[in-house]
């Protein structure tokens, strides 16, 4: 199992990820931050967010979970000392408790509705502040960096 697991994304002020589940996301400002940390490393996402997809995110091997999959399974067989878990808001969910890390992209936008960061029912994650990294200095966008507290 890698070191660091690390969860990755772009979400709203009011938290969500999406409009909808099948929305392709072009709201998001972080992609050229996304593609550098993730290059390189086995990226996790749900059959939702796969579809979603423009292209086949090159360099990267892509792991598509679905409902009876299991995440210690999943994360068993990679050899790799970090990988990354890109969504959606279910397989956020599902991976939670193997989580080290969060890196959150706040953006400026409230959609009152859609995708939550973390379906319902996720159990609480303690959070300790690591760093922050510019995206967009004009419009006040910043990823910031947690640990989870294991
Ligand atoms: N802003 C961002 O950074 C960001 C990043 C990634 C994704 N997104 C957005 O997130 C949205 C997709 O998120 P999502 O949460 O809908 O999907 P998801 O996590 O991408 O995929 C759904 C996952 O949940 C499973 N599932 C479906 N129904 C289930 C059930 N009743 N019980 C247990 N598991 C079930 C699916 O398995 P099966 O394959 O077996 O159905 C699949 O593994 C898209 O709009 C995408 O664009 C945003």
């Known amino acids: 199992m890698p070191n660091e697991i690390i969860l990755i994304a772009a979400v709203t002020v009011d938290g ?9 996301i072009q709201w998001s400002q972080d992609l050229f931050l996304f593609k550098r940390q993730t290059m390189g490393y086995p990226i996790i996402m ?8 423009a292209m086949e995110l090159k360099g990267r091997n892509m ?3 679905h409902r009876d999959d299991d995440p210690k399974t999943i994360l068993g067989r990679i ?3 970090r ?20 890196y959150i992209t706040p953006h400026p936008l409230v959609f ?4 939550p960061l973390f379906a319902s029912g996720t ?4 959070l300790y502040f690591q760093k922050l990294v510019p ?12 640990t989870v507290d294991p």
């Open 16 to 24: 969500f990820i999406a409009r909808h589940k099948k929305e392709k």
């Open 46 to 53: 749900g059959s939702n967010t796969h579809e979603t997809l």
């Open 63 to 65: 792991i598509v979970v």
């Open 79 to 81: 050899n790799k000392s």
């Open 83 to 102: 990988c990354f878990v890109i969504g959606g808001g279910r397989t956020n969910s599902r991976f939670s408790s193997f989580l080290t890390h969060l």
């Open 112 to 115: 009152g509705k859609g995708v």
């Open 123 to 126: 159990p609480e994650l303690k």
């Open 135 to 146: 995206v967009s200095l004009e419009n006040g966008i910043y990823q910031f960096q947690y």
